[in-house]
């Protein structure tokens, strides 16, 4: 399943498939993107980061995709788990020394 | 060292009465951050203090709020005369300085959070 951008709140999909996460940036100036999962009564947990001199970085199970020209971010998340049941936030920054964050997507995880 | 911690995690209070939240870092993390996080929304940055001095506030933080870390290692978010509008979840983040004059930002790593319910 694929999610164009964070307008869908949701996204479905069933165990054992590929996720894909989309997110559109606001500031051409920033140069650093990162990607959180928020389990529920929880703190955001560190997934993967990139700077922007990347346009790909790879860790265990997720790659996360920078594509500067159109300002857009994308985590994929392969063979999807229900413990990968979460929201997912993207955050950049742009010179300051603070992240700013999108609304964020919600992965389920189905069976 | 188990992280980031936050106390209470949890607060109910009654609208006018003033709450005090304390995040304590990770021990060598020079940066501490305060977010506030609404239901379905992504964390909204309040504060940051880099050891003991507080470098950037958010047009956010009214003056009911006041943000403190008077030894550079826990600090304490106060907030005034509570409103209904204050109920929140209350985000600590701490991170190291980025060395090396690189420009990419150190990874945050958030607590558990305090969530305030006013009533």
């Known amino acids: 399943g694929e999610s164009v951008g964070l307008h869908l709140p949701t996204l479905s999909v069933q165990e054992g498939d590929n996720s894909i996460i989309n997110c559109a940036y606001s500031?051409?100036?920033?140069?650093?993107f990162i990607w959180y999962k928020q389990e529920s009564g929880k703190g955001p947990q560190f997934i993967i980061d990139?700077?922007?001199?990347?346009d790909k970085r790879q860790g265990q199970r997720v790659t996360v995709l920078l594509n500067k020209t159109v300002k857009h971010l994308s985590l994929q998340i392969a063979a999807t788990q229900p413990g990968d049941s979460a929201v997912y936030f993207c955050?950049?920054?742009?010179?300051?020394?603070?992240?700013?964050f999108g609304a964020g997507t919600r992965l389920a995880v189905h069976p | 060292d188990t992280g980031v911690s936050q106390d209470p995690r949890h607060k109910i209070t009654k609208r006018g009465q003033n709450v005090t939240f304390r995040c304590d870092p990770i021990?060598?993390?020079?940066?501490l951050y305060w977010y506030r996080q609404t239901l379905g929304q992504g964390p909204e940055f309040l504060t940051y203090f880099q050891n003991e001095a507080q470098l950037e506030k958010s047009r956010l933080l009214s003056d009911r709020f006041s943000a403190e870390r008077p030894k550079g290692s826990f600090s304490t978010l106060e907030i005034q005369r509570t409103e209904q509008g204050d109920s929140a979840m209350y985000l600590c983040a701490s991170s190291v300085t980025p060395t090396g004059g690189g420009s990419g930002a150190n990874v945050l790593t958030f607590g558990a959070g305090s969530r305030l319910t006013v009533l």
């Open positions: 021990s060598e993390h020079n940066r």
């Open positions: 990139i700077r922007s001199n990347m």
């Open positions: 955050a950049e920054k742009n010179g300051y020394n603070k992240l700013i």
């Open positions: 500031n051409s100036a920033s140069d650093y």
